[in-house]
């Protein structure tokens, strides 16, 4: 649904404006935006984005959060990271390279999303340079947080990659059902729930 036609429309704005990549914009610039952008509400489990697909768009996460998950030919699935209120997830990088999507993208909770195809906001990136610069920073900012959480899962203990994961998300923590926590981390959720009965997170 267009933002415009949406019942909640204002509170969809409101949150909007608090985007991590949104925010850089005026008042007139996002009113020019809002046409593009779909509202669509979705289940725990529901795909935004297929892995191996050309056929990109662009996220905003408005409520809930979402997962991007590396699924390999034996079907063994890798969560890369979450991403909640506030957010984006977007897969910039393999459109700019012309290949598809490496991950998919998947509702962990119920989730609310302002969504757009990839080539519109690639185009009103071109002419808006600041949110260009603020959206190219947030996006390797992510997939610097990808490198170093891959990085964790081979250097740190059981409990040293929860408290990390404590540390640097807690009001996630706090969120995430712990069966995809566990696999996030690389564990068993049974070793989560075991490390938190014997106290050691």
């Known amino acids: 649904m267009l933002i ?3 019942p909640e429309r204002n509170i969809i704005r409101a949150q909007l404006k608090q985007n991590i990549v949104l925010k850089a914009l005026r008042d007139s610039e996002m009113a020019a935006l809002e046409p593009y952008l779909t509202v669509t509400n979705h289940q725990k489990g529901d795909l935004l984005q297929n892995q191996g697909v050309y056929e990109m768009d662009q996220f905003f996460i408005l409520d809930g959060i979402v997962k991007r998950q590396v699924t390999n030919h034996e079907a063994k699935e890798m969560i890369l990271r979450f991403s909640s ?3 984006i997830e977007t897969s910039y990088a393999a459109w700019c390279l012309k290949t ?8 962990v909770t119920k989730a609310r999303v302002a969504t757009m195809p990839l080539p ?3 185009d009103f990136l071109q002419s808006h340079s ?9 996006v390797m900012n992510l997939m610097s947080g990808i490198m170093a ?23 996630l923590f706090e969120r995430l059902p712990k069966k995809e926590l566990a696999y996030y981390l690389n564990l068993s959720p049974e ?3 075991r490390l938190k009965h014997q106290g050691k997170i």
């Not at 600041?130 to 947030?138: N, P, W």
């Not at 250097?155 to 404590?166: C, E, N, S, T």
């Open 191 to 193: 070793t989560l729930s």
């Open 120 to 122: 519109q906001w690639v």
């Open 4 to 6: 415009a036609n949406h």
């Open 100 to 107: 598809p999507t490496p991950y998919s993208i998947v509702c």
């Open 130 to 138: 600041l949110l260009k610069q603020a959206f190219e920073h947030e």
């Open 85 to 87: 209120e506030r957010d």
């Open 149 to 171: 959480h891959t990085i964790t899962l081979h250097l740190l203990d059981a409990p040293g990659r929860v408290h990390r994961f404590m540390r640097k998300f807690p009001e």
